[in-house]
């Protein structure tokens, strides 16, 4: 079954790490996996799902767990979500001039403008804004999510 999670806005993907931490000491894989809606297109914000074997365990593991609001009441039917399920391109969304915040590697957590994007290889050339020397980064595009369109150019 899968139930709701509500999280503070803009926490999404913390909680998620966080309940993912939890679940792994459980035993006997009481939770089968934990999804980040994509709440760049304003879909779900302040929500995650997480597939689990009951709401007994998943209050367990949302209690005490920084920005977790809650558990939704009920659970929820996949046929709803499917919409949420289906991964579409990245690498078409991605463009030079876009605002994305890097959410792994040794980068992870801060903003950077794309300079370059490389569909072949899927990687993208990054420009980290919070550091104090501008240098260029290539890491993969599975590495970003989209924070701002503001700067993008056609």
Do not use: C
């Not at 899968?2 to 459980?26: C, D, H, N, S, Y």
């Not at 297109?41 to 593991?61: F, H, S």
């Not at 980068?107 to 990054?126: H, N, S, W, Y």
Request: charged letters at 25%; zero cysteines; a neutral charge.
């Amino acid at each position: 079954m899968i139930w709701g999670i509500r999280t503070t806005a803009g926490q999404e993907m913390f909680v998620a790490e966080l309940i993912a931490e939890k679940a792994k000491k459980l035993e006997g894989g009481q939770v089968v996996s934990v999804i980040v809606p994509p709440s760049q297109k304003g879909v779900i914000k302040g929500y995650i799902l997480v597939e689990a074997t009951d709401e007994i365990t998943l209050r367990r593991l949302v209690r005490g767990t920084p920005h977790a609001k809650g558990v939704v009441p009920g659970a929820i039917p996949v046929s709803e979500i499917e919409g949420l399920l289906q991964q579409e391109p990245l690498m078409k969304e991605l463009k030079v001039g876009q605002i994305v915040k890097i959410i792994s590697g040794p980068f992870k957590g801060m903003k950077a403008k794309i300079l370059r994007v490389d569909p072949q290889k899927e990687e993208v050339t990054v420009e980290p804004l919070e550091s104090a020397i501008k240098i260029p980064v290539t890491i993969e595009a599975a590495s970003v999510v989209i924070e701002s369109r503001e700067g993008e150019r056609e």
